[in-house]
T-cell receptor
């Protein structure tokens, strides 16, 4: 049973606009959430994280929002750049031992 | 240059053969993980190890085995009992739980069983 879900397999955005990637989770014990970026045939690279004591975390062009009541998090990329084109995975953890990953959203930023 | 190495990048094996995938890290991380990625699916945890000589099964451990004899190394053996072994395998490491730490991933090994 998928505990972390990314319901949009793909997203296309114009360069310079905002990209919003969404993630839902079912386990209320999750207290740490991460976003990874992945290029084909490579390992994921860490982007940004948020703990459940916060509702927002920002790092440059990347902002993650957490809505605990809705069990929903989102990643905002502003402004989007062609180099942001990749697959984005969200992940969640309850004890920072085991991490559960979503199925990924493929982002295409159109120049 | 710290990081995680996985070798080889591509691996081909005949059905019924065991195969071992290598994972080495020089990040001095205690915890190491093996994931499997299939098309259209997220990363699924096979095994993880928090310290040397100790490891736990993840969600899809059947048909796989691991060892953790050294802190730097966490090899994964795909046995003939694994019914659908063709996949992209990713190794990761992290500082142990207790802190807010991300996992660092290797470049992956694509295993194709013919």
């Amino acid at each position: 049973d998928q505990q972390v879900k990314q319901n949009s397999p793909s997203l296309s955005v114009q360069e310079g606009r905002i990209s919003i990637l969404n993630c839902d989770y079912t386990n209320s014990m999750f207290d740490y959430f991460l976003w990874y970026k992945k290029y084909p045939a490579e390992g994921p690279t860490f982007l940004i994280s948020i703990s459940s004591i916060k509702d927002k975390n920002e790092d440059g062009r990347f902002t993650v929002f957490l809505n605990k009541s809705a069990k929903h998090l989102s990643l905002h990329i502003v402004p989007s750049q062609p180099g942001d084109s990749a697959v984005y995975f969200c992940a969640a953890s309850a004890e920072r031992i085991q991490f559960y990953f979503g199925t990924g959203t493929s982002l295409t930023v159109i120049p | 240059d710290g990081g995680i190495t996985q070798s080889p990048k591509y691996l081909f094996r005949k059905e019924g053969q065991n195969v071992t995938l290598s994972c080495e890290q020089n990040l001095n991380h205690d915890a190491m993980y093996w994931y499997r990625q299939d098309p259209g699916q997220g990363l699924r945890l096979i095994y993880y190890s928090q310290i040397v000589n100790d490891f736990q099964k993840g969600d899809i451990a059947e048909g796989y085995s691991v060892s953790r004899e050294k802190k730097e190394s966490f090899p994964l053996t795909v046995t003939s009992a694994q019914k659908n072994p063709t996949a992209f395998y990713l190794c990761a490491s992290s500082i142990p739980s207790g802190g807010y730490n991300e996992q660092f991933f290797g470049p992956g090994t694509r295993l194709t069983v013919l």
